[in-house]
Structures are given as structure tokens and as C-alpha cells.
């Protein structure tokens, strides 16, 4: 299963695409299934519709755990590195994993969780969020993870989408200096969700602060596993079934539930991950994502677990003792796979180089990056501090609706190269289409990004939507459309260059514009918001507000930083604005279309050429925010 030369990796491809049935049916003859499938694939793009593996019926956990315990049930599973370097870590075998996640789907069953119930899970980054992921997919639950640094108002409207029967959550959690206090966030939560749907909260003891406990409702995590048996039979599931919802941001309105089902992102997770990052028994692979964002699920949880791999969890953040944490955890453990985002390089790269040069880095055999275009500064300089000039880096172009990695150079096979993603995986067909839809062949060639057959991975749908899910990813022919424009150079490789809707990638985190523009709108001085992103240097983009007011403030500053706490406190810090311009009028087309494409360019500093701006319904306007911005 595991490509080793550019030989292979072109017969390999050549056999996806000329018999795709035959080429993943061979990658998922590598696992146990309860019952073989009886139909590889069953797709149509216009319904749209795939099935994959029909008829096949299997649990992933038994895959990601009761399948090692031959031959490497004392091999450590998990390493968790605590936010406090002083606090002692935890290593957990793949016996003491399965031990866990059984004893805690026994507790999920008890408080009456079954197949196809949805759970909520709002946890730090602890052992026990991994245990809670598998113990759900053991009895065929449906878990929704909810990054742990959203607030009660995105919690609950996530809760009230997929209707959660249960919420895990813990007392607090800790990033760096703070404790960021969970349990009240959750209770807010609940408190405020239109459902009410949720019946039990199960919480965690991490960090001992005080919380409630609602009687009837509430239960310390500890005691409802005393007495819990370590034996849970799987549940048996089929192919289709989902596995899990995990939502993402749109360009409109509320936040997406991506479905994933079992089988197929089972295959394509373990495949990806084996491939990707040339894992072999023995390595110690960190990915420093959070499992609240897909890249944890594929690649901290399931692709390692799968592959039997040790697979490290870090609590907490990039900068704290100091910056240099990162690289004294890759000494500390001899991590020999290393997978982060871009933002996270950009960010440490302002440090002094000490920092950097204390640690030994000489474990590490693959650098990793994924969420964003990684810039050509921080890819060299990715590649000659922490790769030493050698060490291959893998730029992973992929989304929360593509499972797994489509996109990259597999390590030793292909040839990096800087702002370039690379090179499809076998059993991915990218293409390249313009504005009509036309596929636009050769190289070097550019246009929007789609994959033109499907992979086992391929989202499934939008939770309760499945109008949006085909208005959004199928609106061209026979094709999967990734919201992404590219470039593919001569060598066919392909460069991302950004989305071309209006989601603004800031530090990594997907953000659709409206739902923070919504909040600023709902602000009782504020008549209409326009947000788009404009370049930073470390968060890769950041976003720049344009208000209009219903009078004028003496105190714009004070406004400025009441909105942000406002979106702080609605959709998460993360969605806070760098830039907030108070501004007399939007641009406007006669249909009343804001032109975001003169708006960008304004954040972006530019002054003039803006095009033929006289078919505006107000092309005044767009010389009244320019003075101001550059007076700003
Ligand atoms: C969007 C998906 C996949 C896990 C993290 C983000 C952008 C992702 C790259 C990359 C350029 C990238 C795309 C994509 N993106 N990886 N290597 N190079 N852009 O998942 O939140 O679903 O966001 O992130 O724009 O569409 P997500």
C-alpha cells in the first residue's frame, strides 16, 4: 500500500484512473470487514450521490484498534504532551486505548446513547477527547466535534443542527497562561439552545475549577465510568453509514455539517496517511492540529490509528513556556513525522533562531504543512531551520469536505517545491475549469480547482441540507467543485491560490464572511457590514470591516473594540477583525451586489486602479473609504 519511487507512484496513478473499482478495492481488501462489500462504487453526480464499498459492513474501531492487539498491543497508541511541560505526560498502548474506548462506549450506552444518536463533543485536547471520538464510533453513535475555543453561542447552534442527545464536555481546559472555562461556556450553551435536545452532559475533571452540575442532567466523567465493563462488542455498521459531522464554515449563513460515513473514509484516511507521510512502524508522528478541525480527525485519530502508527496529542500552544515548545517536543520524543499549519510557521519564524537551534531536530525525516497557501518565505525558511536544508515538506492541500489529503509530494517520491502542493495521490483526479465550466487542459494552465471522479473520502453531504450540499459542491457537470482557484505548472504540479468564494482563510480557521458580518449587523448603531480579507504576515489573511453607521460616533475606537468583544463573543476570538473602518456607503452594483473585488483591494492598500467602477450605483463612495483608510 505504501509508494516508494516515482516509478510506482506513475503505475500506481495510471491504474487509479484506468480502474478505479480494482485500485481501492485492493487498499480496502487491507482491513477487516465484518462482510465484503458486493459494489465498489455507485455514483451520480447530478443527484448527487456515491456509495462506496455498498454492502460491506465493518466498525472502524475495531480497524484502528482490536486489529493491533496481536501483534502490537503494547506499542504506545497515543503520546499526550500537557500544556504545562511540567505536568508529567501520558503514553497509552493500543491494549490500554481499546481498554478505554470500551469501557466509555459501555457509559455512552448507558446513558442511552444508540446507533445514530448524534453527540456533541467539546473538549480540550486530552486523551479523552480521542476516547470519546472512538467510543462513539464503537456503538455507532455519530459524533460533532466543536473546537474547544467556540463560544456557547456557536456551540449551541451546532447542537441544534445535528440535534445532540449528549454533550461531553470538561470543567476547563488550559492554552498557555489561560484556563478557558468549559463547563460555563456549555452550560451557556445549553441555556440558550433552541432545541433543547440535549439530555446528558458527561464532564471531565481537568483542571478543578468550580463549575455547576446540574442534577439529573450532569455527570463527572470519573463516576460514570466506575463499574463500566471493558468489553463492548463493536457495533456493526454498513459502509454508508455516517461516522461523524464536523462542521465547517460557508460563504452564507450557518455553519455546514459535513457528513463523512464509515467505510470509505476509513480507506482513504489510512491509505492517505500511510502514503503521505511515509509512516513505518516504529515512527513517532506528530500532528499538532486540534480534533476539533478535520486534520485532527483524519490525521491525529483515525489515518495513524489505522495504520497502527503512534500518534502524539499536544495540549497546548505553539508559543508558551516559550517559542521554541515545537522543537523541544520533536527532541523530546525523536518525532520523525511533523504536520502543521503554515500560520503556526509564520508565527514562530519572528523568534530568534536560539530557539530554534537548542532543540535536535535530527529525528525528524518530513515536514508537513496544511490550511493555507504556505508563502515562499516560510517554506524556506520551514525547510532550512527545522528540515536542515534535507528534510522533505509536504505542502497537503485538502478540505473538511475531502476527508483526507488530495493533493501533495509524497516524501522521497516527489519533489518539493516551495508555494506548490504538488502532484493528486492516485485515485484523485484534479482538474483545472474557467468561468463556463470548460475544463481548461495542459500546462501551465489556471483556472477554479475540481476533482472530476470521486474518492472514497468525498463528503456525503451537508447535515439536514442536501439542497446546499448540491448548490455548493456540484453546480458544475460531473465534477466535485473544491471552492479553490489553482495553477498547475509544467510539471503538472498544482498551486493553490486561494478561495474563490467568500470564505477568508485566517490563520488556518475557515471562516465564511456573512456569519461574522451578520453579528456586526445585529449591533444596534451598525446599518450594513462588508468584510473581506486582506494579507498578514503571520495569520496568512486577516479581516478588514467596513461599517456603515446609522449616525456618526465620536469614539470610533471604543465602537471598534466593543464589536470585536461582540464577535468574540458570538463566533469565537478567531473571528475577530484586525481592521474596522467605519464608512459612509458600501460599493454597489444596480442589483445591489456589494463589489467585494474593490474592497480587497482597498484593505490591501491599493489607491487606484479599481477598474471601470462607473456601472456602480455609487462609485463616489469608494473615494470617501480610500481617504480614510489612508488616513487611518
Ligand atoms: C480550505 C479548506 C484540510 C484541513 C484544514 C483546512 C485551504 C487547505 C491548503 C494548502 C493552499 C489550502 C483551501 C481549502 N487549504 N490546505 N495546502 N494550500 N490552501 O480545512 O477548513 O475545510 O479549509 O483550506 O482554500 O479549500 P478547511
Not at 35 to 57: A, C, I, N, S
Amino acid at each position: 500500500m505504501q509508494i516508494k519511487t516515482v516509478e510506482q507512484y506513475v503505475d500506481t496513478y495510471r491504474k487509479s484512473v484506468a480502474d478505479p473499482e480494482g485500485f481501492w478495492s485492493e487498499i480496502a481488501g487491507h482491513f477487516i470487514w465484518k462482510k465484503p462489500w458486493e459494489k465498489v462504487l455507485q455514483y451520480d453526480w447530478d443527484k448527487p450521490e456515491f456509495r462506496w464499498f455498498e454492502g460491506g459492513q465493518l466498525n472502524i474501531t475495531e480497524n484502528c484498534l482490536d486489529r493491533h492487539l496481536d501483534d502490537k498491543a503494547d506499542r504506545t497508541a497515543i503520546i499526550w504532551e500537557p500544556n504545562d511541560p511540567n505536568e508529567e505526560a501520558r503514553k497509552i498502548t493500543y491494549r490500554e486505548l481499546h481498554k478505554e474506548v470500551s469501557r466509555f462506549a459501555n457509559v455512552l450506552k448507558k446513558q442511552g446513547i444508540s446507533k445514530g444518536d448524534r453527540v456533541c463533543i467539546y473538549l480540550p485536547m486530552i486523551p479523552e477527547l480521542a476516547i470519546a471520538v472512538l467510543a462513539c464510533a464503537r456503538i455507532g453513535a455519530i459524533h460533532s466535534v466543536v473546537f474547544a475555543g467556540f463560544s456557547s453561542k456557536s456551540l449551541a447552534t451546532r447542537i441544534d443542527d445535528a440535534t445532540c442527545k449528549m454533550l461531553l464536555t470538561a470543567d476547563g481546559g488550559y492554552r498557555g497562561t489561560k484556563t478557558i472555562a468549559l463547563k460555563e461556556i456549555a452550560d451557556k450553551a445549553l441555556e440558550i439552545s433552541e432545541t433543547q435536545s440535549v439530555e446528558k452532559v458527561i464532564v471531565f475533571k481537568r483542571t478543578g475549577q468550580n463549575v455547576d452540575m446540574l442534577e439529573g442532567r450532569d455527570i463527572w466523567w470519573e463516576e460514570a465510568l466506575e463499574g463500566a465493563s471493558a468489553d463492548c462488542p463493536v457495533e456493526v455498521m454498513e459502509a454508508e453509514d455516517p461516522l461523524f459531522i464536523l462542521y465547517t464554515s460557508g460563504s452564507t449563513g450557518k455553519p455546514k455539517g459535513i457528513i463523512h460515513t464509515t467505510g470509505g473514509y476509513m480507506v482513504y484516511t489510512a491509505y492517505s496517511f500511510i502514503n503521505v507521510f511515509q509512516y513505518n512502524e516504529g515512527d513517532i508522528y506528530w500532528c499538532t492540529a486540534d480534533i476539533g478541525w478535520i486534520t485532527g480527525h483524519s490525521y491525529i485519530v483515525y489515518g495513524p490509528l489505522l495504520a497502527g502508527a503512534t500518534t502524539m496529542m499536544f495540549e497546548g500552544v505553539p508559543t508558551f513556556p516559550d517559542a521554541g515548545r515545537f522543537w523541544q517536543i520533536v527532541e523530546k520524543y525523536k518525532v520523525n513525522q511533523f504536520y502543521t499549519a503554515p500560520t503556526a510557521i509564520r508565527a514562530l519564524m519572528k523568534y530568534p533562531l536560539e530557539l530554534v537551534q537548542r532543540s535536535d531536530l535530527s529525528s525528524l525525516r518530513v515536514i508537513g504543512t496544511v490550511g493555507e497557501p504556505i508563502n515562499e518565505e516560510a517554506w524556506v525558511w520551514y525547510k532550512k531551520n527545522i528540515g536542515n536544508g534535507e528534510v522533505p515538506i509536504i505542502d497537503t492541500w485538502w478540505q473538511t469536505e475531502t476527508g483526507g489529503i488530495l493533493i501533495t509530494t509524497i516524501p522521497g517520491v516527489l519533489h518539493d517545491e516551495p508555494t506548490y502542493a504538488g502532484l493528486p495521490l492516485p485515485g484523485v483526479q484534479p482538474m483545472l475549469f474557467d468561468e463556463m465550466g470548460e475544463e481548461v487542459e495542459g500546462f501551465p494552465s489556471e483556472g477554479r480547482l475540481g476533482i472530476k471522479f470521486p474518492w472514497p473520502s468525498i463528503t456525503r453531504g451537508i447535515w439536514g441540507d442536501q439542497e446546499r450540499y448540491k448548490r455548493t459542491y456540484f453546480s458544475f457537470e460531473n465534477r466535485y467543485f473544491t471552492g479553490d482557484g489553482a495553477l498547475r505548472n509544467k510539471r503538472g504540479y498544482y498551486r493553490i491560490t486561494g478561495r474563490v468564494d467568500d470564505v477568508i482563510i485566517v490563520s488556518g480557521h475557515n471562516l465564511g464572511t456573512a456569519p461574522i458580518e451578520d453579528v456586526i449587523d445585529d449591533h444596534p448603531l451598525v446599518v450594513e457590514t462588508a468584510i473581506v480579507g486582506f494579507p498578514h504576515d503571520v495569520k496568512g489573511n486577516a479581516l478588514y470591516a467596513f461599517i456603515i453607521l446609522k449616525q456618526n460616533v465620536d469614539e470610533e475606537d471604543e465602537l471598534a473594540l466593543e464589536i470585536n468583544r461582540l464577535i468574540a463573543k458570538k463566533i469565537g476570538p478567531i473571528a475577530k477583525c484586525d481592521k474596522i473602518q467605519f464608512v459612509p456607503g458600501l460599493p454597489k452594483t444596480r442589483s445591489g451586489k456589494i463589489m467585494r473585488r474593490i474592497l480587497r483591494k482597498i484593505a490591501a492598500g491599493e489607491t487606484s486602479d479599481f477598474g471601470d467602477i462607473s456601472t456602480l450605483l455609487n462609485p463616489e463612495v469608494v473615494e470617501k473609504i480610500i481617504q480614510k483608510n489612508s488616513a487611518l
